[in-house]
């Protein structure tokens, strides 16, 4: 079974705008954490943001936030004022159970966003 | 924050040869790294994950004799693509352990096989 689904496969947003990028997991495990990645087409992997799945707060790094809503396991990605540069692939991620050295991170399949001027 | 290298960041090979990439953590020992494999316009999809002084642990399906992943030191874990073909070619992209709350990757390897 799936466990980290994001529909949308591409998206154009106008420069300034502010963009939403879906993210819905799934796990039965009440300890988990979600990451946001960037990926331009350089093919590196930009971490943009985590959220634990124990923390009250909902992240925020600069522009970047992370709407997370526990009980529709969704953790949308929310990206304020858009930038040219912000277009590449964007990858939600989850790592499932409490953090150790062996956690693996598995990831949906992203989505591409592309900013118009 | 912690830095992996991987290297090299694209090689051309010919068909039935073997070619290895290596990751190394830099400024950190890593007792486990994890690689990965990415397709075009795919997601990245865990290959196996690597241990130190110990044998690899691989995801369902994938060959275990076909991509050997050694890890030789707390510094270093390679991935050598044993008689490589065409449809070996992809995005090979190493990751260390989460540190605190992220997990970091290597730059990648394209990998084409001609």
């Known amino acids: 079974a799936q466990k980290i689904t994001q529909t949308q496969p591409g998206m154009f947003v106008q420069e300034k705008e502010a963009v939403t990028l879906d993210c819905t997991y799934d796990t039965s495990d009440p300890s988990y954490g979600l990451f946001w990645y960037k990926q331009p087409s350089s093919g590196e992997m930009i971490f943009l943001i985590y959220q634990g799945s124990y923390d009250q707060q909902n992240a925020t790094e600069g522009r970047y936030s992370l709407n997370f809503q526990k009980a529709r396991k969704s953790a949308n990605l929310v990206i304020s004022a858009s930038q040219l540069g912000d277009s590449a692939m964007y990858f939600c991620?989850?790592?499932?159970?409490?953090?150790?050295?062996?956690?693996?991170?598995?990831f949906g399949s992203g989505t591409r966003l592309s900013i118009r001027p | 924050g912690a830095v992996v290298s991987q290297h090299p960041s694209w090689v051309i090979c010919k068909s039935g040869t073997s070619v290895k990439i290596e990751c190394r953590s830099l400024d950190f020992q890593a007792t486990t790294m994890f690689w990965y494999r990415q397709f075009p316009k795919q997601s990245l999809m865990l290959m196996a994950t690597s241990n130190e002084g110990s044998k690899a642990t691989y995801e369902q399906g994938v060959e275990k004799d076909k991509f050997l992943i050694n890890h030789a030191s707390l510094t270093l874990s390679t991935l050598t693509v044993t008689s490589a073909h065409p449809e070996d070619s992809s995005f090979y992209i190493c990751?260390?352990?989460?540190?605190?709350?992220?997990?970091?990757f290597g730059q990648g390897t394209r990998l084409t096989v001609v």
């Open positions: 990751s260390a352990p989460i540190v605190r709350a992220e997990a970091f």
């Open positions: 991620a989850m790592r499932e159970g409490r953090y150790s050295s062996a956690s693996k991170i598995i």
